[in-house]
């Protein structure tokens, strides 16, 4: 099946999106921040002083009324941004034809669908039953909910 591996892709972009709040990434859709961007002052170092003014950088940018709060709107028109950010760069990244379409052989392989496949398929059967996917939901949420990433439903 050409697409086997795109369903366990998207089941983990899911997750991402859904574990992932508008302010955890960086300014550039999740690319990682320079050290001479947290070091401000140019010093060689990086304080508790650089590292907060930062991250409230980050949260002014989001709060566009400036009310000192973060509403649902502001956090998804935050992360709204990131993904736009995100797009436009993999479509410069994989579109190799320049067409502005991104067809099935410039898609990137997902790194770890396969193994990801093989930890669902729990009795190794080369499918995934309904079963086999509710379990794995629940233990990506487990995994979720003990690193401190907000609360399942039935809390």
């Known amino acids: ?51 907060e003014a930062h991250r409230m950088a980050r949260f002014d940018k989001a709060d566009t009324d400036g009310d000192g709060k973060l509403s649902v709107d502001e956090m998804q028109a935050a992360a709204q941004e990131r993904a736009n950010q995100m ?27 396969g193994k990801f496949f093989d930890r669902m398929d729990a009795d190794g059967n080369g499918a995934i039953s309904a079963e086999e996917f509710a379990d794995a939901q629940e233990r990506m949420q487990k995994r979720h909910k003990k690193r401190g990433h907000g609360q399942t439903e039935d809390n």
């Open 87 to 113: 797009v436009s760069a993999m479509f410069e990244r994989h579109d190799a034809d320049k067409d502005g379409f991104l067809a099935d052989d410039e898609l990137p392989s997902p790194r770890r669908a």
């Open 1 to 51: 099946m050409k697409h086997a591996s795109l369903i366990p892709a998207l089941v983990l972009a899911a997750a991402w999106v859904t574990a992932t709040s508008a302010l955890a990434m960086g300014p550039r859709g999740g690319q990682d921040v320079t050290f001479q961007e947290l070091d401000a002052d140019g010093d060689g170092e990086v304080s508790k002083a650089e590292m």
